[in-house]
């Protein structure tokens, strides 16, 4: 929708690990011209949708309210749904994440960061799950991701609800120092509650996250930080979507 | 309220005063008074508006003209495909592909509203870059500020920082174009009138340029986007005067900007352009439908019936002649064939942008409009938009300054440390973490360069601009008005000079260069003159260079009550490089490898930022050795496999160029300046020369030193972990780790943003 801005290196990532991707504008479901059943992936891409005026993803989340049916039964077919920095805060709105309990309530919100500003920077996270679909590519691996964006501070409604996301296993990154021994400002960037970058949901399937894999697809779009880096962070990322994924519909 | 203009019984006084009020002078009115007597009527107020923003300095150049005509005539290479004709410059990229440039100055909304008018500056020169038929893909803003500590106008100099960074950083970001380049500097001469100038770069097929001229007869215009408001009212008109404290009215004529209208506007135009159904394109900029119906129609031949009843407007009860000035954002102006409607609407459906009919395209050599059944203007097109030309007197500046020897620090470790946090020497992370420097996935070197969280600045931004081809454009922009006030020419040269070498140290082959020309009151002969020589230096580089000149701007009435600004002739070079992969960043690569200085540093300390600190003057400012950049380039080019990082020798001297090598990681330096001429004050902070500092691969230097002969390859020492170590004539000036020093750099700005 309008203010969306980061469709296009996300429309290449996917292309790149081996999707056949699509743009789908809010309009396009008004009017029944395309249809979010028809896809095998969702991508919420990050930007400002409607500006963020009142608070991020707000407008796009009741906007795509009308489509929750769609949703949910995405959803219920272990499709990927996938929101990167204002899309998981979209996500967030619409109760998707982290959904314990599969209530669809919301539970978490990203508040502006504990610096009080926009903050551009390349920063790590590390794997910290077992979720079925990063498991074999990001397993004991610290990768580095750029961030930018005003409003990523993960905060849960209540301790209830950390607890839960804790004992599903559904914290997927969090941010560390480039060596995993420690992390605080900068590193976690936005002062997230223990250093969460990016969840899912409990099937593991709804996943959300404040970096930019898709802004660091090949090597040469990431820092030189002294490491030979093979390839770049979204390579792994959307080539383990792109595996499981196509599992899902062999 | 209705403006009356008797101008056929006006006399003289009556028609100064009349010019006054819209800021033309007695002769523009006694030829406006000619033309009205001929066609036996008074002018109707939306005429005498039309006039005045036409004939404003921001519209027609009417001070500058003559110069650029002089001396930029001609500067265009076999590979430039439009320059100085159309809203932006446009370069060939590769076989298929073009890139789209231009910069402009958005000072004066900056000064009295400096979010507001920051913003805008971003939004206007993007729709500039649009209008060629271009997709955006960076943004690069150089900013000048007063004295951080100044708190005499009406604003604080901190909040004009604060809020012209917010700007920027709020348009750019929502907007989603990465703002990758540019540069910041602080100077008493910009206090409470600040120099915001912004540029951008587009990409675009060859076969879908779209030109700034309709030349198809009947055509439609259509004007797209934001709709017609009283935001920005005689915008142009102020922008062509001196500010005064009074000026708090001017408010008024600042546009407000809204991203959110722009993002889905970028798209449509695109893709109606991709149908390859627009006929010419024009931005609403400065000058609204005035300027931008009149050019669009004059260049291309034609002229035009308009029907203001169509204009869709934020605000019922506008006058039709603020409906034609009105400086209102988001706005473009298309032509096309009324057949091709149809598709032009259905893209613009999809993407939810407003879009009216305003008038067609007709061959005549008079401008129509109507309002309400009315004829309100039928004037002349030619006359209209020509404007007047004016040849200033100009003088020689006098200059009985006498060069002193400044003094040596006593304590140069405790100097450098003081140094290395000043505004305009420490680090710029304050201001360019807020701005969003990596969406769109396509910035290779980032503004900052080294471990993440322990960057150093780099040289030029790069960008990979299409997703097939591994080619980059590299990205510099900036000005020294330091050293083009103590001599306009040869301080020109140097701006040129530090933007050639900034993108050769980037591993980047200079490629074109955009002006944009901030100066005082052009009616101040002393003025006029350090323009005239700013224009003759880059002209003379560029010739010398085989550079082409692609596009300029030229903003005058940089003054306040508390004089007139440093000259800041604002240079952007675009550099290319066939693989991005062999990009080169000043952060030091690894231990143990040799560290030299190639080119020269020359033995004085005008217009550095040491002299500052003493409050030395100087009036003498060496040439540049041009011959020297070409080989330097060429050494560079052909040598990037021995290369680790290369930084040039620019503002804050060498010192600065070594640190700000080490504080880009771990690795830092032992050198020993003895081999450099000198005295030590000069060696370390001198800011003129070709100076370059390399970092060669280890075990190379023989191989270095032998390519590099003819370019005085000066070995300081090598690469070390953790220090910096810099000893000169058996003393240490400094010994000390680099965590420490960096720490005083990281954190300059913190007390002002």
């Known amino acids: 929708m309008e203010g969306t801005n980061n469709e296009e290196e996300a429309y290449l990532s996917l292309q790149r690990s081996g999707f056949i991707p699509d743009y789908i504008h809010i309009f396009d479901l008004n009017s029944g011209r395309k249809n979010l059943l ?190 030979v880096h093979e390839k770049g962070t979204g390579e792994y990322f959307f080539k383990a979507i792109y595996n499981y994924t196509k599992k899902l519909f062999d | 309220m209705i403006e009356l203009f008797n101008i056929l019984d006006a006399d003289d006084d009556n028609l100064k005063k009349m010019g006054n009020s819209l800021g033309l002078s007695l002769d523009e009115m ?51 495909i439009l320059t100085m004709e159309d809203d932006a410059a446009v370069v060939s990229f590769n076989e298929d592909y073009a890139y789209v440039v231009k910069m402009e100055s958005h000072n004066h909304p900056s000064a009295v509203e400096p979010y507001g008018g920051a913003a805008t500056g971003v939004g206007g020169i993007i729709r ?50 990465p703002t990758v380049a540019g540069s910041v500097d602080f100077d008493d001469s910009y206090n409470t009138i600040p120099l915001v100038n912004a540029g951008c770069i587009g990409i675009v097929k060859k076969d879908k340029i779209v030109r700034s001229r309709v030349e198809k007869e009947n055509d439609i215009l259509i004007v797209c986007g934001g709709r017609t408001g009283r935001d920005g009212i005689h915008g142009v008109n102020f922008a062509s005067k001196t500010l005064n404290e009074n000026d708090s009215e001017n408010r008024n004529a600042v546009q407000l900007g809204n991203p959110i209208i722009k993002e889905p506007l970028i798209h449509a135009i695109l893709e109606i352009n991709d149908l390859g159904i627009i006929d010419g394109m024009k931005d609403l900029g400065g000058g609204g439908f005035s300027s ?20 869709l407007l934020k605000d019922a009860n506008m006058e039709p002649w603020e409906i034609w000035v009105s400086e209102s954002q988001e706005r473009m102006l298309l032509a096309m064939e ?9 893209i613009f459906k999809k993407w939810g942008i407003e879009y009216s009919v305003i008038g067609r395209t007709v061959k005549s050599d008079n401008l129509i409009i109507t309002y309400k059944g009315k004829k309100i203007l039928d004037m002349n097109l030619k006359f209209l938009t020509s404007g007047p030309v004016y040849a200033r007197d ?75 081809s591994m080619s980059g454009l ?142 030395a003057e100087y009036s003498y400012i060496p040439p540049v050795n041009l011959n020297d950049l070409k080989i330097l380039m060429e050494l560079l080019k052909n040598n990037r496999e021995i290369i680790n990082s290369a930084h040039d020798v620019s503002q804050g001297g060498l ?42 691969k280890n075990g190379m230097e023989k191989a270095f030193e032998e390519k590099f002969k003819s370019v005085n390859p000066v070995r300081l020492g090598k690469t070390i972990n953790n220090k910096i170590i810099i000893k000169n004539l058996g003393k240490v000036v400094i010994n000390e780790e680099i965590d420490n020093l960096r720490h005083i750099w990281e954190h300059g700005l913190d007390k002002y943003i």
Request: charged share 20%; glycine share 8%.
């Open chain 2, 338 to 346: 009324e057949k091709n409607l149809k598709l032009a609407d259905e």
């Open chain 2, 394 to 468: 100009y003088r020689p500046v006098s200059n009985n300054k006498s060069d002193i020897a400044i003094r040596e620090p006593e304590n140069y470790e405790k100097f450098i440390r003081d140094f290395i946090s000043r505004p305009n020497i420490c680090s710029r992370f304050n201001i360019v973490r807020q701005y969003d420097f990596t969406v769109r996935g396509c910035t290779i070197t980032k503004p900052f360069t080294g471990f993440p969280n322990h960057e150093t600045h780099s040289d030029a931004s790069i960008i990979k601009p299409l997703e097939n």
């Open chain 2, 30 to 80: 006694i030829v406006l008074k000619n033309y009205f007597s001929g066609l036996k009527r008074n002018p109707e107020d939306i005429e005498i508006q039309a006039i005045a923003q036409a004939w404003s300095e921001h519209s027609c150049y009417k001070s500058s003209k003559i110069y650029l005509k002089r001396y930029f005539s001609g500067l265009k290479s076999p590979y430039t």
């Open chain 2, 128 to 177: 500039d870059v649009l209008c060629m038929g271009a997709q955006p893909v960076a943004l690069i803003d150089s900013l000048y500020f007063g004295n951080p500590e100044n708190t005499s106008g009406i604003l604080t100099e901190r909040f004009i920082i604060n809020r012209v960074v917010a700007g920027i950083r709020d348009y750019g970001n929502r907007v989603g174009i």
């Open chain 2, 655 to 696: 010192i600065m160029a070594l640190l700000e090598m080490a504080f880009g990681g771990s690795i830092g330096i032992d050198a020993d300046l003895s081999q450099i001429d000198g005295k030590l004050n000069e060696k370390l902070f001198s800011e003129l020369g070709t100076a370059i500092v390399i970092e060669v």
């Open chain 2, 474 to 615: 590299s990205i510099t922009s900036g000005s020294r008005g330091k050293i083009v006030s103590i001599d306009a020419y040869n301080g020109t040269m140097w701006v040129l000079a530090e933007a050639y070498k900034n993108t050769i140290s980037s591993g980047s082959m200079p490629h074109s260069i955009i002006d944009a020309l901030n100066f005082g009151n052009p009616e101040n002969p002393e003025t006029m003159f350090k323009f005239k020589e700013s224009v003759r230096a880059i002209s003379d580089f560029c010739r010398y260079m085989d550079l082409p000149l692609v596009s300029g701007n030229v903003s005058f009435y940089n003054q306040s009550k508390y004089g007139e600004i440093k000259p800041t002739p604002n240079i952007l070079m675009i550099g290319i490089m066939d693989n991005i992969v062999k990009r080169i960043t000043p952060d030091l690569k690894s231990t143990n490898s040799g560290l030299y200085v190639i080119g020269n540093i020359i033995n004085t300390l005008a217009g550095s930022e040491y002299s500052e600190m003493f409050n």
């Open chain 1, 38 to 227: 028809d896809y095998d992936v969702l991508l919420i891409p990050g930007g400002f949708s409607a500006g963020d005026y009142i608070r991020a993803g707000a407008i796009f989340a009741a906007r795509l309210r009308a489509y929750i049916r769609d949703l949910q039964k995405f959803n219920d077919l272990n499709r990927v749904i996938l929101g990167i920095c204002n899309g998981f805060q979209v996500l967030s709105e619409l109760g998707m994440l982290p959904d314990t309990g599969n209530k669809m309530e919301r539970s978490m919100v990203l508040a502006v960061n504990e610096s009080n500003r926009f903050e551009c920077r390349y920063t790590y996270f590390n794997y910290t799950s077992r979720n079925k679909i990063f498991e074999s590519a990001f397993r004991d691996r610290i990768m580095q991701v750029p961030v930018a964006h005003l409003e990523g501070r993960v905060l849960f409604k209540n301790e209830n609800i950390l607890d839960e996301v804790l004992q599903n296993d559904q914290i997927l990154f969090k941010y560390t120092n480039p060596d995993g021994t420690g992390s605080g400002y900068p590193w976690n960037p936005n002062g997230s509650v223990m250093d969460i970058a990016g969840i899912s949901n409990e099937n593991g399937n709804v996943i959300g996250l404040m970096p930019h894999p898709e802004r660091v697809y090949y090597n040469f779009q990431m820092m030189p930080d002294g490491h």
């Open chain 2, 292 to 311: 931008a119906v009149s050019e669009l129609l004059y260049a291309g031949g034609l002229s035009g019936i308009i029907n203001l009843d169509n204009v």
